[in-house]
């Protein structure tokens, strides 16, 4: 469970990632980093911003996202003193969820030190399209489109794009042997989720594909998820892909029922909770339900960007 400090921190980091620029910190404190190991090899890695998914066998490291360029020291130094690695490349394979600032914020460093690295190809054009003017993001070296897969240390790691949802670049990546799932931020364990329409996020399609994750996978698969509520955690089982689609798709009916009766965006922005879903906001989580509510007004009424993938 995440402290109220840890969330506060975790909570932080999204609001940075809502402005799709890299965070600057006031302060510069010693980070300590969270590793958990779930099973065979595969864990999660907590600092700041989006979790760290990690395999590490038979001396093999795989490392899923990398959070900001400002914990990135913290997080080569705690696999370091997992691997046990003392030469060059420390991570075997580096990948990519998507292209958010608080998930490919410490690439730079990490993928220096990475064998291999990969993300939808949507993910690298994102990080392009967002970066800061004369900046040259630290992207994934290969890129696939719908899937992608390779074998190491006995396990089986297959990455899917099922279509445009938290963003057009998303990526879930599954360890076989394991039978455990990164989901990426295509589940913000019950907190209210960012929603990057210029990003090329598609609710509709976002809801489709937390069922069509559910169906995929099995009773025993463990997810995990790119934030949490501190009550709930970062990770858990296939019921939360549902959790999150009920609560994208109750977005989705409130804007469509209050569009029906003539009520504007703005006077949909006032409210501050989502009926049944109460728990998601929170005065401790920047981000707000007028955020979706916004988010899906427009994808509703088609004030979207020309191209979305
Ligand atoms: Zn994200």
Not at 93 to 119: E, F, M, P, Q, Y
Not at 264 to 290: I, N, R, V
Request: proline share 4%; net charge negative; aromatic share 8%.
């Amino acid at each position: 469970m995440l402290s109220r400090r840890r969330f506060l921190r975790i909570a932080g980091g999204i609001l940075a990632a809502s402005t799709v620029k890299y965070p600057s910190f006031a302060t510069d404190r010693t980070l300590s980093g969270t590793i958990t190991e779930l099973r065979r090899g595969v864990g999660t890695y907590v600092d700041r911003g989006g979790t760290i998914g990690w395999m590490l066998r038979d001396g093999a490291l795989v490392v899923v996202d990398t959070q900001y360029p400002q914990t990135a020291d913290a997080t080569m130094s705690a696999f370091e003193s997992h691997a046990e690695k003392s030469s060059t490349p420390l991570i075997d394979l580096l990948i990519n969820t998507h292209h958010h600032g608080d998930h490919t914020g410490g690439n730079a460093k990490l993928l220096d030190r990475s064998d291999r690295s990969v993300a939808h190809a949507g993910c690298v054009r994102l990080q392009r399209a967002t970066a800061e003017d004369g900046a040259t993001p630290a992207t994934a070296a290969m890129t696939f489109d719908e899937a992608w897969s390779t074998d190491l240390a006995d396990e089986t790691i297959s990455l899917n794009h099922d279509g445009p949802a938290h963003t057009g670049g998303d990526a879930t990546i599954f360890f076989e042997e394991a039978n455990i799932v990164h989901t990426g931020d295509l589940v913000f364990n019950r907190v209210v989720p960012f929603i990057d329409v210029d990003g090329g996020a598609l609710v509709e399609n976002w809801i489709k594909t937390l069922e069509t994750l559910h169906d995929r996978y099995d009773d025993d698969t463990l997810f995990i998820f790119g934030h949490g509520h501190p009550d709930h955690g970062i990770t858990g089982s296939r019921a939360g892909l549902l959790q999150m689609r009920d609560y994208l798709s109750a977005v989705d009916e409130f804007v469509r029922a209050k569009r029906a009766d003539g009520v504007t965006l703005e006077d949909m922005k006032k409210e501050t909770d989502l009926p049944g879903f109460e728990e998601y906001s929170s005065e401790e989580w920047p981000l707000p339900l007028a955020q979706n509510l916004e988010a899906v007004y427009r994808e509703q009424t088609g004030d979207t960007p020309a191209t979305t993938s």
